[in-house]
């Protein structure tokens, strides 16, 4: 009878300990303030996206959230240690776990900066050929970077008093990125992947699984998209913008565009997240497609020096003029003429050689 006591009484105990255990829990995992970097938006059940915040945001890039069930990924943590804090709190919040996962959709600053902040609990996950880009080009980039971003953001926020309409709607987001570099310069450290893939890779949880695929040789030389295709869902990175200027000069216009027609194709997916700009639906990646084709076109109707001087100081045209990032535009005219005139250089001495 004792015993039974006993038993009862250590039962009620243990019950109000975890009662009381899981209470602090819950009150711990406290809801975060709304950041001035991002916004978080609800896709579906459990995925989530953090547009990022052209005003002045150091996110720069978005990222995504995804609860697989039993494990938290974090897709693209932006461009500073700081801002990846504050996702990290609402992955938390959202998902009631720690981040297992972090993803790196390519080897560019604002996509992989925030993963430093995921170790040591998460696996940082990218493409082997992204992995060692990131060895090769981060370390560089971070001492450049610190010599040189303080001067950059003066220079922007200097031209803000005689900037033209366009662009001073567009110079805060300079603001922010420069700004976010020299604020978390003393705190980066290379967090290189240590989870590498090429083609794809599932991972698989008890709610939600996601697949990476790897797109070769489009905007960089390897970038992973996510694919969530039980909910339709794609998160592209780099490889769409969303009513901006892409940067271009890393990859190749060709093999860009056979991957917006691939995903604009497949009836799978309908939602769609860019790296940068609002989540949309089909329609942004067959613009994108038909921007590299038209300047493409432009392009090679430049036969002559005289020729390519006159392109440079035409307008960009229309369909794409009120776009961000137009200090994008003139660099990508540039790769594609060089890149042109090299092929056909290359071809001229294949046919010498036979
Ligand atoms: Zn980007």
């Known amino acids: 009878m004792r015993a039974t006591v006993w038993v009862f009484v250590m039962g009620v105990l243990l019950c109000c300990c975890s009662m009381d255990l899981s209470a602090q829990f819950r009150r711990k995992i406290k809801k975060p303030k709304p950041s001035s970097n991002f916004t978080i938006e609800q896709l579906a059940p459990g995925v989530w996206v953090a547009i990022s915040n052209d005003y002045y945001g150091k ?5 995504g959230i995804v609860d697989l069930g039993d494990r938290t990924l974090v897709f693209d943590p932006f461009l500073t240690p700081s801002v990846a804090r504050e996702l990290k709190a609402f992955a938390r919040y959202l998902t009631k ?63 803000m008093t005689n900037a033209s309409t366009t662009e001073k709607e567009e110079l805060p987001f300079w603001v922010g990125y420069y ?21 794809s890779l599932w991972l ?32 592209m990175s780099d490889l769409l913008s969303n009513e901006r200027h892409p940067w271009i000069s890393d990859g190749s216009v060709e093999g860009w565009q056979e991957s917006l027609k691939l995903f604009y194709e497949d009836t799978l997916y ?43 100081h035409q307008p960009i045209p229309q369909p794409y003029r009120s776009w961000f990032c137009g200090r994008f535009y003139q660099p990508n005219l540039q790769f594609i003429i060089n890149s042109t005139r090299q092929r056909s250089e290359e071809n001229s001495l294949r046919v010498r050689q036979y």
């Open 59 to 63: 996110a720069i890039c978005n990222a």
């Open 97 to 159: 776990k720690q981040v297992s996962f972090v993803v790196n959709s390519n080897y560019r600053n604002d996509h992989i900066r925030g993963t430093q902040v995921f170790l040591p609990n998460a696996s940082v996950i990218s493409t082997s050929i992204t992995r060692k880009e990131i060895e090769r080009i981060e370390p560089e980039e971070q001492e450049w970077e610190r010599k040189h971003a303080p001067t950059l953001l003066q220079a922007v926020k200097k031209r």
């Open 179 to 199: 700004q976010g570099m020299v604020e978390s310069v003393d705190e980066l450290f290379t967090a290189t992947p240590d989870m590498i893939f090429d083609d």
């Open 204 to 235: 698989t949880g008890t709610k939600l699984s996601v697949k990476l695929v790897e797109r070769r040789s489009g905007n960089t030389s390897s970038d992973a998209v996510m694919l969530i295709p039980s909910l339709g869902i794609a998160f």
């Open 270 to 312: 309908h939602t769609y997240v860019p790296g940068h700009g609002k989540v949309c639906g089909k329609e942004p990646l067959r613009t994108l497609y038909e921007y590299l084709e038209d300047i493409k076109t432009l392009c090679e109707s430049v036969k002559t020096d005289s020729a390519e001087i006159a392109l440079m």
